[in-house]
């Protein structure tokens, strides 16, 4: 039953974050005031690397305008659909003092449904793919947009996060999820000391032809610990089998400064592994703090 309750909150979540961009539809008129979380902002940023214009969502932890402390930052990759949900079971768990306070860092595109997916294409791809086809689209993708936005966040996103608000410098946690997931695993083998916790759910690493497979033998080394957790669920096929197999060939090349957990969740599908996965993952990268 509490797993079940604590679904039911998080889709809950996700799906008002994610209708956050679309034309309001007012039963009552054009006066009835949106739906908005709770202790949130939003700020714009535009990226030199390419030209986008960032929406942010910020999610402060509870008591942050009472106190002086600083606190870990969790960047969020595809806010639209993930930042009412992490940022919910990120205040549950704190609750439970299960992790730290946290300072939620959405990355967003403030657009339409359709336009988000091809800018999170582009964005969360490390290479061009242009004979991609999803969902028997006439006109692909965009995609190999990786380095790019990885440049926006260490250059201008986390400088001015640090800047803006009481970070814990240093201490800098990445989640994603499916390109996401794909995203964190091409930063976490080409930059990887730009986040010191990675939580990444049903990476994409099918994308062009295992690209990310080939990279693992040459991967930077990181200089400082990292924790990771990857999980996909068992019912999405060839994501969680790639998953594993990806996770072998890391172990492979062992590394002392990376703590790798890995999971497969029972009886969870590509859309429904939110709740658990996690859940599950920001008790483990935060598992050291109280």
């Not at 709770?38 to 942050?64: C, D, H, M, V, W």
């Not at 306070?101 to 969360?124: E, H, M, P, Q, W």
């Not at 986390?158 to 091409?186: E, M, N, Q, W």
């Not at 009886?267 to 990268?285: P, V």
Request: with cysteine.
């Amino acid at each position: 039953m509490t797993t079940l309750l604590m679904y039911l909150a998080v889709t809950f979540c996700t799906v008002t974050s994610a209708h956050a961009a679309d034309p309001p539809h007012h039963l009552d008129g054009p006066d009835a005031p949106p739906v908005t979380l709770a202790n949130t902002e939003t700020r714009q940023l535009r990226a030199t690397s390419n030209g986008q214009l960032y929406q942010l969502k910020i999610k402060f932890p509870r008591g942050y305008e009472t106190e002086t402390a600083h606190y870990p930052v969790l960047y969020v990759t595809d806010a639209e659909t993930n930042f009412g949900a992490v940022s919910y079971i990120v205040q549950r768990l704190t609750k439970d003092h299960l992790i730290p306070k946290v300072l939620v860092v959405g990355i967003a595109y403030d657009t339409d449904y359709r336009n988000f997916y091809r800018l999170r294409s582009r964005d969360l791809t490390p290479t061009e793919d242009p004979d991609l086809r999803i969902g028997g689209r006439a006109v692909a993708d965009p995609t190999g947009g990786a380095n790019a936005f990885c440049d926006f966040i260490e250059d201008q996103l986390v400088p001015f996060i640090d800047r803006k608000y009481r970070t814990k410098k240093g201490d800098r946690a990445l989640y994603g999820h499916s390109y996401g997931g794909l995203f964190g695993c091409h930063v976490l083998l080409s930059r990887p000391d730009l986040f010191q916790r990675y939580l990444l759910l049903s990476p994409s690493l099918w994308f062009d032809d295992r690209v990310m497979f080939d990279r693992i033998e040459s991967a930077i080394r990181p200089t400082a610990p990292l924790v990771v957790y990857l999980a996909s669920g068992e019912l999405e096929g060839r994501i969680d089998d790639l998953q594993v197999r990806f996770v072998e060939l890391l172990n492979n090349h062992p590394h002392p400064q990376i703590e790798l957990t890995s999971e497969v969740l029972e009886n969870e599908t590509h859309r429904t592994i939110f709740g658990r996965g996690i859940t599950n993952g920001l008790r483990r990268i935060y598992a050291e703090q109280p």
